[in-house]
T-cell receptor, first 114, second 113 residues
Framework: GAVVSQHPSWVICKSGTSVKIECRSLDFQATTMFWYRQFPKQSLMLMATSNEGSKATYEQGVEKDKFLINHASLTLSTLTVTSAHPEDSSFYIC??????????FGSGTRLTVV | GENVEQHPSTLSVQEGDSAVIKCTYSDSASNYFPWYKQELGKGPQLIIDIRSNVGEKKDQRIAVTLNKTAKHFSLHITETQPEDSAVYFCAASIETGANNLFFGTGTRLTVIP
């Protein structure tokens, strides 16, 4: 079945530094990838949609300069949280959409900014 | 845009009993309805999905029903087991291009041994 690898699974960083999260579709090509943020005991909040080779489309209220998304290939998208602050601490999840239109999720990245 | 509501927010059942989770959606153009199971600290996993051209779909102990007229769909889990305990999310989308999924608020299912 479709597998999406997300790394790292957890990261602790100092306030003001940047963190990069990778999302890879291992056995299929992803026409579109999505990035979500999830707060404890809440649903998934869509941050942005990215298509390979084009700029990401950000949801209202999501700062594109803070959450940099690069979808360099059909199997890799990255999310960089720039100048991280404690309020950026959260669970970040990516998903990749295959040609059959099904979204497969990564295992998530727990970011803690201290 | 699409609005997906999900009930109940929490559900406890005895092992072996059935569990039913219900969702409603607002956009009649939505035609794809997946259900995801999320265990603590992990990403959601697709457990079953249904498209608007069918009314019901089964996969072993899991079934989903769809009522397009009423704009609601439900997840049914029979013979529940402790390992079914997790948070379940319904979602809806228009299955074209890069349209994103709209998620419900989640149901925390606890199966009591």
């Amino acid at each position: 079945g479709a597998v999406v690898s997300q790394h790292p699974s957890w990261v602790i960083c100092k306030s003001g530094t940047s963190v990069k999260i990778e999302c890879r579709s291992l056995d299929f090509q992803a026409t579109t990838m999505f990035w979500y943020r999830q707060f404890p005991k809440q649903s998934l909040m869509l941050m942005a949609t990215s298509n390979e080779g084009s700029k990401a489309t950000y949801e209202q209220g999501v700062e594109k300069d803070k959450f940099l998304i690069n979808h360099a290939s059909l199997t890799l998208s990255t999310l960089t949280v720039t100048s991280a602050h404690p309020e950026d601490s959260s669970f970040y999840i990516c998903s990749a959409r295959g040609r059959q239109g099904v979204d497969t999720f990564g295992s998530g990245t727990r970011l803690t900014v201290v | 845009g699409e609005n997906v509501e999900q009930h109940p927010s929490t559900l406890s059942v005895q092992e072996g009993d059935s569990a039913v989770i219900k969702c409603t959606y607002s956009d009649s153009a939505s035609n794809y309805f997946p259900w995801y199971k999320q265990e603590l600290g992990k990403g959601p996993q697709l457990i079953i999905d249904i498209r608007s051209n069918v009314g019901e779909k089964k996969d072993q102990r899991i079934a989903v029903t769809l009522n397009k007229t009423a704009k609601h769909f439900s997840l049914h889990i029979t013979e529940t087991q402790p390992e079914d305990s997790a948070v379940y999310f319904c979602a809806a989308s228009i299955e074209t291009g890069a349209n994103n999924l709209f998620f419900g608020t989640g149901t925390r299912l606890t199966v009591i041994p």
